[in-house]
């Protein structure tokens, strides 16, 4: 045997001993599904307005999955320290409420917050769990959630219509400058 | 005695314009987005991920082996919780025993992990999965002592839904 049919005999062997050792390793990493990020924050929401951002599911599965996106009040003991329930999941709305995702794929997930304008919803600190839930598998059934961290701006935390209170302030001072101005036809009338 | 009079009003109408303008600065607050990051996904997974139960009769037991692995780099916390088992015209209640149309499921963790009653309401199940590691826990479905059972080839179908949060 010469010193290239040695080198034919051993790559075919040493390529089916890594094959071997690395397809349960390749298995391990895509198997499941995922929803990222873990966490999410949105600080300083005003009432009336709305944020976007967005979260990924991912299919790390070798067929394709369904995905049902929802919004979930958590119970009270889950809850981050100093976060209160969200009052209302309406605040929360998905741009694709169905995920239909092929094998090894994954798709952005846009999610709009929305807080009233109307409601003492201000100042407050809640949280909601963004919830992706795969469809059934015989009896069994995942469901994984990212946090959404959510806190609404101060301001209007008083329900205060600045420009109502600047309006009134302004008629006031004019009218009591207007008095001022005119105390000594006042005192005069009054007699 | 005109530019006297008309001081105050000019004051006032600064007075007047100011106070929305300065509420309307406080209205420009910024609204701050922060994500954990690309890399921090929840991501677990149930090996397997199906169980059928093939010929399913009444006052029997069906166990199974799983293995909750969190592929994920961060902490998971994750509940259990299940549903009636339904069947066309019927329904086998889920309790934490079996009886007359109702039926249990249990779970037992490996370890410390704990075993307990599957119920209707989310139960605590592994807590504190750290990131790459994995747990052995098995389901036990115990099927109604009397009452009524799929015919040949009929589907009774339950839910058991293993939910996972960031910690």
């Known amino acids: ?191 | 005695m005109k530019i006297k009079g008309l001081l105050p009003i000019v004051l006032a109408a600064v007075l007047a314009v100011a106070i929305p303008l300065v509420a309307l600065a406080n209205d420009d607050a910024t609204i701050t987005i922060t994500m954990s990051g690309p890399a921090v996904a929840i991501d677990i997974e149930v090996e397997p991920a199906e169980w059928a139960i093939e010929s399913v009769q009444l006052n029997s037991s069906y166990a199974k082996d799983f293995r909750l692995v969190n592929h994920g780099s961060v902490r998971v916390d994750t509940t259990i919780v299940g549903t009636d088992a339904e069947g066309s015209g019927y329904r086998w209640r889920l309790r934490a025993f079996s009886g007359n149309n109702m039926y249990e499921i249990e779970y037992d963790i490996e370890g410390f992990g704990g075993t307990g009653n599957v119920t209707m309401i989310p139960t605590d199940f592994v807590l504190d999965l750290e990131g790459g590691q994995s747990k052995n826990f098995s389901l036990t479905v115990k099927t109604p002592s009397s009452g009524d059972s799929p015919g040949g080839g009929e589907a009774i179908q339950a839910i058991v839904t293993i939910h996972a949060v960031q910690g």
Not at chain 1, 88 to 98: E, G, H, M, S, Y
Not at chain 1, 105 to 115: F, P, W
Not at chain 1, 134 to 154: H, K, P
């Open chain 1, 1 to 191: 045997m010469n010193g290239n049919g040695w080198l034919k005999r051993v790559i075919p062997v040493l390529l089916a001993i890594l094959t071997l050792y690395a397809t349960p390793a390749l298995a391990q990493e895509a198997e499941g599904w995922a929803i990222s990020p873990g966490e999410a924050r949105v600080d300083g929401l005003l009432l009336g307005e709305s944020a976007n951002f967005s979260v990924t599911v991912i299919n790390n599965e070798d067929s394709p999955l369904t995905f049902t996106m929802s919004a979930e009040i958590p119970e009270a003991d889950k809850l981050r320290p100093g976060h209160e329930p969200i009052p209302d999941t309406n605040w929360i709305t998905f741009d694709v409420p169905l995920v239909e995702l092929d094998a090894y794929s994954r798709q952005e997930v846009i999610v709009t917050v929305a807080i009233p304008s109307n409601g003492d919803w201000g100042g407050r600190n809640y949280e909601c769990w963004l919830r992706a839930t795969s469809e059934a598998m015989g009896i069994l059934q995942v469901e994984l959630d990212c946090r959404l961290l959510l806190s609404t701006s101060a301001a209007y935390a008083r329900g205060i219509d600045w420009t109502l209170v600047g309006v009134i302030a302004g008629v006031v001072v004019v009218a009591v400058a207007m008095i001022y101005s005119n105390r000594r036809t006042i005192k005069k009338w009054a007699g």
